[in-house]
């Protein structure tokens, strides 16, 4: 793959464009633009929340055709079933190790570096209401009922959700199906190659507004929250990216040399998307430009289909890294003691809590839960 990446990489220089043309430099601009925007003219920067949101769902409205064409024409067109189910039970071995290395990372490092410590807020004092749909949904969710929730009342029902867990299994068994015809399946696989470029020619021109989305995004946050707000908080926000720094280099990067390539080069082929993910604090939006670009570097359909849709559910490192600090830091804020027991017992439910809800918790919601309690 070490010689594919650079190859791809060396095609995507030529021909070589202005500067200014690229994508990630129009983002950072934008989000240059939005932070002095939102520092000088807080009103004005709050306005500009719809252009944010806009864009994350022009792109969500679109992510569920992107996986269903993905998977269905990769499946199809690789006719071996076993073959696939192998590719799915690696996937979701990686998965849960990779998870639970995240876990054990984030734990380590909140108790290494008490980051919550000298806030000694008062538990009573707090407003509990913020999580507590969240506590109570959390607490009555049982394994079983998430595995249910993955199955779709009816096959329109998993689009109109946009649930990816439901696209996917649909789309699974859709494949399945077209795969087991054999060649009478191929005039239904081709119109449906047609529709993923027609899908994917979709997600280039919504790409364009990418800098105004991550303008919109950038502003809002500046202007509502201040960058004054963050100062309480810097400790724990610096420590987090830190972290998720040293995990990325660390550990997917003795992963990515084990695989033969490095991390650096992939890091930098996927620039543009990582600004994006920061700047728009949502990582839905760039699934479509990945996917894409993984194929490039040589991946199969039915491989990049699979693991990546199941991945933003499932290999949430990200999330995981944040709960784990995150709560710590609560603990250590308000004074509370955590025993190894308590700590083990976070790790252990922490895995279906994030694969339920921590894509609904994007960084607006983060300051939005911390900045009133923690920042006086």
Known sequence: MRATLE???????????????NLWVQVLAAVAIAIVLGYFRPNTAVAMRPLGDAFIRLISMIITLVIFCTVVTGIAGMGNLRKVGRVGGKALLYFEIVTTLALIFGIAVGNLIPTGAGFNANPSTLDA??????????????????LLQMIPTTVVDAFARGSILSVVLVSLLFGFALASMGARCKPLVDVIEALTQAVFGIVNILMRFAPIGAFGAMAFTIGRYGLGSLGPLAKLILTFWATCIVFVLLVMGAIAWMAGFSII??????????????????????????????????CSKALVGLVMPTGYTFNTDGSCLYMAIAALFVAQATNTHLTLTQQLSIFAVATLVIARWARELDAETLQRRLEPDFSQ
């Open 265 to 298: 080069k992939f890091l930098k082929y996927i620039k543009e998307e990582i600004v994006l993910v920061l700047s728009l604090s949502s990582s839905e939006p760039v699934l479509p430009m990945l996917m894409a670009k993984l194929e490039k570097l040589g």
């Open 7 to 21: 190859e791809t990489s060396k095609s995507e220089k030529q021909p070589k464009k202005a500067f200014y043309r």
């Open 129 to 146: 209401a913020a999580v507590t749909t969240y506590a109570g949904q959390a607490k009555a969710q049982t394994v079983t009922d998430f």
